[in-house]
């Protein structure tokens, strides 16, 4: 006749929920940091879309064109934030046409920063001629259940300007 309690060695019970119960956690943690990484890819592609548009634009404009409202600097700005499929914000975006080596704004009409300040340093460029740059920084969010994490995502463009005007 057969025992009537089972064998310890062969008792399989419970063990699927005891597994389930140690890679959940895991398995979503890894789903949500994915999903939120690719927000934040997306993020960057529009940002650098968005600052190439920017660049574009602004090596077409005039230097010496007159406008309704704002400075040519300004101008370009609104185009890269309208771009940016409501990514960026104007206070992100820094705009600026810089001549020679070392970069220096033509005027203060000509960059979003305080005086003749150019957005970055491109002097390794080694090219003297007027360029526009385009800077834009913004942040996204990486989480996932164990922690969170804050990811700038930045894009910097330098066009030459083509000198109309």
Known sequence: MPPLTPN?????????????????????????????????????????????????????????????????????????????DEQLEAAEVCVALVEGTVPVAVSADHS??????????DSSSGTSEPRVQVQATTSGTLETMFFTKEVAVTATVTARHEGLG
């Open 8 to 84: 310890p060695v062969n008792d399989d019970r419970g063990a699927a929920i005891v597994e389930l119960a140690l890679v959940l956690p895991v398995f979503l943690s890894l789903v949500l940091g994915m999903f939120t990484g690719g927000i934040i890819f997306n993020r960057q592609i529009e940002v650098t879309h968005s600052a190439r548009e920017g660049g574009r634009y602004g090596a077409l404009l005039p230097v010496d064109e007159a406008f309704a409202t704002g400075t040519w600097a300004t101008t370009v700005q609104d185009v890269v934030v309208a771009r940016s």
């Open 112 to 121: 979003t920063r305080s005086g003749d300040a150019p957005c970055f340093d």
